[in-house]
């Protein structure tokens, strides 16, 4: 059983000799915000053990304490039984502790083994001696990578592969990994997943980062939750308290849980969602054809090839595929900032190809871009601002803006949409990405004559609560017969809430299925470039 | 040289218990600028020079006769309207170094104007008003072609403005060397290389119609924009577009915005107030067009605009500032031997201090959740 505890108190372990590194009490603060409470937890040898938790819930500061990135305000942290304070990360890199970040840190212009070189080597660097050392290590975890390939033409996985080589080839004892499979494919996760086990087996203490509940069944010899900076609850036997975990985490009965929610986390089938889906039948003409686009970047490459797609009102289609097969270009497209370079966009029965965003806006595309702070919002202005960040519906009279006319509007839609902050005119930027994203929403979907809703990666970074909101959201949009788009990296995501799928690959779409758990394997395939 | 303001940096201090609280936008520059005089008072003691004298001689350059003060405030306006077009398009993150040049090419067309025949025969002010529109329109030019550039091709705009005003200040000298352009008939070997003095109906009134203390309408010119500039910024739809366009010009496109129009108007805007503060210099004080016309006033209005930090009433303090500063700095050369490049000395210092004290204060901001 687990010992959960509402309050976050827990029974203190007493050090065990297998501990490789343990928290005792430790508290990290920003300012006045704490990251971490008063948390205690033991990592030991040859065990992988798991941190589940909500975005923001503190998983990534308690690693960057171990990291030496960030060091701890109260509390002790020790290794092997002795206090170990790690003024950086070169501190903890000399006591055996190294770290796979979130995002990529690899020269893509250089060879896989001039990035194991890069940061390693002192006076000369021997490249031959490094390539024994890396064919060594790819041989004995069943990894393939070729010495001499350059990083920019390795897949995601591959990368990620290198980053977890990089770490590997300095024997640590204490492996970090910050959620190395957000971007990975089915196929690549399980694979990362089974050297993951056999460097634990090994005897080193692996601490992993994520919050898919299948990796903690394939491979978690123990869960700790972390919720809002403090230990929510423990697991040693993982694969038996699913269930548990995820209430700890979420602190709400599942049954509360949005279905689509409760499915991309894998804890139910789904049946609920999918019973929308047989309801959904030919409802007059399509809201959006995509007839035959295609598009070439500055340098003439084909990044989108002869898309064809259409979507009726009321329908949900899925676009899945890792990320930089021109999902981003499809989403330019579609907002209006990047023409064609062939083929036609018709919205309702406008041909809006080779129009200005403007004119996308005009014919009903609400658009919710998949970098919100680079194209859906601007984080220096306010969030009334943002609300209104639409030239053809920001109120003015003689051309002064009605300033009181926007607050009161702003008001609405932050009750409407769920939009949490201290009042409209805060910075955008000082709010939580979810409620970031809640605001875009809310942008796009009171957009006048909303016919299709782009929503491009609408997820990304969102605690639990705020996924679950954008669902519903997306939901409630689709029933009142708005077509929508959803373009999204994760696969577990758009299953539980597409009625189609399509699925693109080097900028074409490779295959259209109906969004279905049951097609998941198919789907991973297809992303991967086999074709069905 | 890059230069770069946030547009925006409100924030409020507590100073005092009682619950005065005082914007540090105000609380820097003060402080800056005292001590900066300090250091400028050390300086001068350091070179041996008497303390008193100097005090006294900058004081009554700067305000010692209502004609000094005069001169103060005129300069003041210059600097006024400079930095007023920097704000406006910096307001689209748009730097204009370039007032130097659109001054330049406003004195030209304003002289140029003033001294077609009938020009100066036109009822109702118009006698003054269509030369300073020539200029204002000269100078919109001037920074269009900027803008026109950024938009069109991304030229950065630091170096197109920079380089037009070196074009625009040699081309004041062309215009005044050659007698086929705005040189005076030559009578004698003496004849300087300047225009024709513009006929008096030409000229900018004084505000106390007297010569003895000739400040002219630059100033009321410079409060009224100021008030107009600070609603279209932050009331206006076109101010929305400039700030958006600014912080985010993906976001600002995305949400039907043009960049392009925008980048020209702000530059068509800025070029206009650098074309307009040309003209106040030349209808309302120099009266014929010299080699070496715009003397730097462009550069230390693109000053006056940075130390401002995006508001218009910082633009006016600090144009008022600089202008007896200037005044004060020349009269202590004079009268105390001290050089007036210790003027220079103490503008370099406020600038140094108020940027660092705003890098300071942006770095400490609290960090977000």
Not at chain 1, 51 to 68: D, H, M, P, V
Not at chain 2, 43 to 68: E, K
């Amino acid at each position: 059983m687990i010992p959960v505890d509402d309050a976050g108190t827990m029974v203190v372990n007493r050090h065990s000799v297998a501990d490789a590194l343990s928290f005792h009490g430790v508290t990290k603060r920003f300012g006045s915000f704490a990251a971490l409470s008063d948390v205690t937890v033991a990592f030991r040898r040859g065990e992988v053990h798991c941190l589940l938790g909500e975005n923001g819930a503190g998983k990534s500061t308690l690693c960057n304490l171990a990291f030496g990135i960030h060091q701890a305000d109260a509390g002790e942290i020790r290794l092997d039984g002795a206090p170990f304070r790690p003024s950086g990360p070169g501190d903890s890199l000399k006591a055996g502790i190294a770290m796979v970040h979130q995002h990529f840190s690899l020269v893509d212009d250089m060879s896989v083994v001039d990035n194991l070189i890069l940061g390693q080597a002192r006076g000369i660097a021997w490249r031959r001696a490094f390539a024994a050392k890396l064919e060594e290590l790819t041989t004995r975890y069943g990894l393939a990578l070729k010495p001499f390939a350059r990083v920019g033409d390795l897949s995601i996985g591959e990368r990620q592969c290198v980053e977890i080589v990089k770490c590997l080839i300095r024997q640590p004892r204490i492996l970090i990994l910050d959620e190395p499979t957000a971007v990975l494919l089915p196929d690549e996760i399980k694979g990362l997943l089974e050297v993951v086990r056999r460097v634990a087996v090994e005897g080193c203490a692996v601490i992993l980062v994520t919050h898919k509940l299948a990796e903690i069944r394939d491979v978690a010899d123990r869960v700790t939750v972390v919720r809002q900076g403090r230990v929510a609850a423990q697991s040693q036997t993982p694969g038996q308290d699913i269930e548990a975990l995820v209430r700890a985490m979420i602190q709400r009965p599942l049954e509360a849980l949005d279905p689509a929610m409760a499915m991309s986390l894998g804890i139910s089938a789904g049946s609920e969602v999918k019973r929308r889906a047989a309801r959904i039948g030919p409802r007059g003409p399509d809201a959006l054809q995509i007839d035959a686009v295609t598009v070439k970047d500055a340098t003439g490459v084909v990044r989108l090839d002869e898309v064809t797609l259409t979507i009726q009102p009321g329908e949900i289609v899925g676009i899945v595929g890792v990320e930089g097969n021109g999902q981003s270009e499809l989403g330019a497209v579609l907002a209006g900032t990047c023409p064609p370079s062939a083929g036609r966009i018709i919205v309702g029965d406008l041909d809006l190809t080779g129009r200005p965003p403007q004119a996308f806006s005009a014919a009903g595309m609400g658009v919710v871009p998949e970098d919100r702070h680079a194209v859906g919002a601007i984080t220096g202005m306010t969030l009334t601002e943002n609300l209104f960040l639409d030239r053809s519906r920001v109120p003015t009279r003689f051309g002064l803006l009605r300033r009181r006319v926007m607050r009161e509007a702003a008001l609405t839609m932050m009750a409407q949409f769920d939009v949490r902050a201290s009042g409209p005119d805060v910075a955008f930027g000082s709010l939580s990405g979810g409620n970031q994203q809640k605001a875009v929403l809310a942008r796009e979907m009171t957009r006048p004559g909303l016919k299709v809703l782009l929503a491009a990666q609408p997820t990304r970074g969102l605690d639990v609560g705020a996924v679950e909101a954008v669902y519903g959201l997306i939901r409630a949009a689709s029933e009142r017969g708005v077509a929508i788009l959803l373009i999204s990296s994760e696969l577990d995501e758009v299953l539980a809430i597409a009625n189609r799928v399509a699925v693109l690959y080097r900028g074409r779409i490779v295959g259209e299925c109906r969004g279905e758990p049951g097609q998941r394997e198919r789907i991973g395939a297809l992303m991967a470039g086999h074709s069905a | 040289m890059t230069i770069s303001v946030p547009p925006s940096a409100r924030q409020r201090t507590r100073l005092w218990p009682s619950g005065l609280v005082v914007p540090l936008g105000v609380t820097i520059p003060v402080a800056s600028v005292l001590a900066s005089f300090a250091v400028g008072l050390l300086l001068v003691v350091l070179m041996g020079a008497p303390l008193g004298q100097a005090l006294s001689s900058f004081l009554d350059g700067a305000f010692g006769s209502s004609y000094a003060i005069s001169v103060s405030l005129n300069r003041a306006a210059v600097y006024s309207l400079v930095g007023l077009g920097f704000i406006f398009a910096n307001r689209a993150n748009l730097t204009n170094v370039g007032a130097e040049g659109q001054i330049a090419v406003g004195g030209i067309a304003a002289t140029a104007v003033a001294l077609v025949p009938g020009i100066a025969d036109l009822p109702l002010g118009l006698s003054f008003v269509v030369p300073t529109l020539a200029a204002m329109l000269a100078g919109a030019i001037w920074g269009g072609i900027a803008g026109v550039l950024k938009a069109r091709i991304g030229t950065s705009e630091v170096i197109s403005t920079l380089l037009l005003s070196f074009i625009a200040v040699w081309l004041v000298y062309w215009c005044v060397q050659s007698e086929h352009l705005l040189r005076q008939p030559m009578t004698s070997a003496a004849t300087l290389p300047e225009s024709l003095p513009i006929p008096e109906t030409t000229q900018l009134p004084l505000v106390t119609g007297d010569y003895g203390a000739p400040a002219n309408l630059g100033l009321p010119l410079a409060f009224f924009l100021a008030i107009a500039v600070a609603v279209v910024l932050g009331y206006s739809r076109f101010g929305f577009q400039l700030k958006a366009v600014g912080f985010n010009p993906l976001a600002a496109r995305r949400a039907g915005f043009s960049t392009r129009q925008t980048i020209v108007v702000a530059f068509l805007v800025a070029g206009a107030f650098g074309g307009l503060a040309g003209a106040v210099m030349l209808l309302g004080d120099q009266y014929s067009l010299k080699a070496g016309f715009s003397s730097g006033y462009g550069y230390d209005g693109l000053v006056v605009g940075l130390l401002a930090r995006g508001s218009t009433v910082g633009v006016i303090a600090t144009a008022l500032l600089f202008g007896f500063l200037r005044s004060g700095g020349i009269s202590m050369e004079m009268g105390a031997g001290v050089p007036a490049a210790l003027v220079l000395v103490i503008q370099g210092l406020i600038v140094v201090s108020v940027s660092g004290a705003a890098f300071w204060l942006d770095r400490r901001q609290p960090a977000k959740e």
